[in-house]
């Protein structure tokens, strides 16, 4: 598919543009935003909101048309790129584990599975209003 | 953080979102589209990583700055939240309950045990 690689390069670099801005944004909350009790509930609120617009931006789309041209670019440039870098599953990943082997286990129950059903919620929520008329 | 260096965790978050999608695609192309099985394997791998550059940061191993660099940026736009979110909705809408549970339920233990042998990796290191 000669056709999809000459077309890769810009594709990438509407991710990179996009993953630069949403991970300046996710850094520069997270110098703002302290920790609570350990908890890191800038990460909780990051990820919860970014999983409520990526649902939204998909669902919009996807009631525009087909994922080509301009909306694909979009697509790219907004949800793979600033939404995917705003958001982070390592960060989460770890500080749980970081609760847990500090004892803290409540705290770490309730912080991942806490994020991780808020975000079904977030992206469930954003996808039925994105997908509505 | 310094500006220089908040600069640097931005440019690596960008490459990080660059490589989660030039990864998934790839994956996607040999799997199909069934289960998010790209997004699955970023998270995962990321989670292990961040485990170890986490680690050696506590232990004064890892410069700051380069746990900044590398794990807010770089690893925080490698992986990602949002979509396993959406795949994971989208797999509830698609009537597939068991592949929602493993992506929705099982898959972020995971990530949270992957996590913790990094820890103990670089406990050990």
């Known amino acids: ?133 | 953080m310094t500006v220089p260096v908040f600069v640097l965790v931005a440019l690596a978050g960008g490459a990080g979102a660059t490589v989660r999608f030039l990864l998934d695609r790839a994956i996607r192309a040999r799997t199909g589209a069934a289960f998010p099985l790209g997004t699955v394997l970023i998270n995962c791998s990321g989670s292990l990583l961040l485990g170890v550059i986490a680690g050696l940061a506590a232990r004064a191993v890892l410069p700051e700055a380069v746990h900044l660099v590398a794990g807010t940026g770089f690893l925080g736009g490698y992986t990602t939240f949002s979509a396993a979110s959406v795949e994971t909705v989208a797999l509830l809408a698609g009537r597939r309950g068991a592949l929602a549970v493993l992506n929705g339920l099982v898959v972020p233990v995971v990530t949270v045990l992957l996590a913790a042998v990094g820890l103990g990796i670089a406990a050990i290191g």
Do not use: K, W
């Open chain 1, 1 to 133: 598919m000669p056709d999809s690689h000459s077309r890769t390069l810009p594709l990438a670099a509407a991710v990179f543009a996009g993953g630069t801005a949403g991970t300046s944004l996710r850094a520069g909350i997270g110098l703002v935003v302290p920790s609570l009790h350990a908890v890191p509930v800038a990460t909780i609120a990051i990820n919860v909101v970014g999983a409520f617009a990526l649902g939204l931006l998909l669902a919009t789309l996807g009631r525009r048309g087909s994922d080509t041209g301009g909306r694909r670019t979009i697509r790219l440039l907004l949800g793979t790129g600033v939404l995917g870098g705003f958001t982070t599953f390592s960060a989460l990943a770890v500080d749980t584990a970081v609760l847990a082997g500090r004892g803290q286990s409540l705290e770490a129950v309730l912080y991942c599975a806490g994020t991780v059903l808020a975000g079904l919620a977030a992206a469930a929520a954003g996808s039925r209003i994105g997908g509505a008329r």
